[in-house]
T-cell receptor, first 115, second 113 residues
Framework: ETGVTQTPRHLVMGMTNKKSLKCEQH?????MYWYKQSAKKPLELMFV???????ENNSVPSRFSPECPNSSHLFLHLHTLQPEDSALYLC??????????????FGPGTRLTVL | AQKVTQAQTEISVVEKEDVTLDCVYE???????LFWYKQPPSGELVFLIR??????QNEISGRYSWNFQKSTSSFNFTITASQVVDSAVYFC??????????FGAGTRLFVKA
């Protein structure tokens, strides 16, 4: 595997389900990100991890819970989601310990539909 | 506050036409970085270019060129002789040493054969 991978690519879940999104980067980067992309909305930064520590949480509802067990893996745990949470969830990584000075490399995203 | 504006929501061109995607940014920082990303229908954003605020030299890469002008706070992207494969959403982004990358709303480009 190369670059940034995400699984699953598509996910349909009910509002009472619990599921997890997985991201893995094979680039040796030290920062990882979760973004939400909704129709006709800019990319919304959700969480940032640098050296496995969460450095940013952009007022994301608690029904989204990130986990970064090591610098190569990032998870987004989902529970009791709402239909408005349906979106494309993108993971990215960069060689970046602070700020936004370096380019990010993105995975293909998980298309989430909440029924 | 930092902001990125891509005023063009959608652009439609015919193959082989040249097209310019506009990007205007706002920041009070003296050190910052500008990026362009391409998002094809597959969904994955692809990094195209990074420029820092101290380097206003324009850049050309094949059919792609970028015009960075600090005087107008713009970082425009031109595709020469567009091709159908250029159809995608293009995002301009602004990053800094002390703030995370901020993305514009994106410009959807349709290139018709």
């Amino acid at each position: 595997e190369t670059g940034v991978t995400q699984t699953p690519r598509h996910l349909v879940m009910g509002m009472t389900n619990k599921k997890s999104l997985k991201c893995e980067q094979h680039l040796g980067h030290n920062a990882m990100y979760w973004y939400k992309q909704s129709a006709k909305k800019p990319l919304e930064l959700m969480f940032v991890y640098s050296l496995e520590e969460r450095v940013e949480n952009n007022s994301v509802p608690s029904r989204f819970s990130p986990e970064c067990p090591n610098s190569s893996h990032l998870f987004l745990h989902l529970h009791t989601l709402q239909p408005e949470d349906s979106a494309l969830y993108l993971c990215a990584s960069s060689q970046d310990q602070r700020g936004g000075s370096n380019e990010q490399f993105f995975g293909p995203g998980t298309r989430l539909t909440v029924l | 506050a930092q902001k990125v504006t891509q005023a063009q929501t959608e652009i439609s061109v015919v193959e082989k036409e040249d097209v310019t995607l506009d990007c205007v940014y706002e920041t009070r920082d003296t050190t910052y970085y500008l990026f362009w990303y391409k998002q094809p229908p597959s969904g994955e954003l692809v990094f195209l270019i990074r420029r820092n605020s101290f380097d206003e030299q324009n850049e050309i890469s094949g059919r792609y060129s970028w015009n960075f002008q600090k005087s107008t706070s713009s970082f425009n992207f031109t595709i020469t002789a567009s091709q159908v494969v250029d159809s995608a959403v293009y995002f301009c982004a602004l990053g800094g040493v002390l703030f995370k990358t901020i993305f514009g709303a994106g410009t959807r480009l349709f290139v018709k054969a």
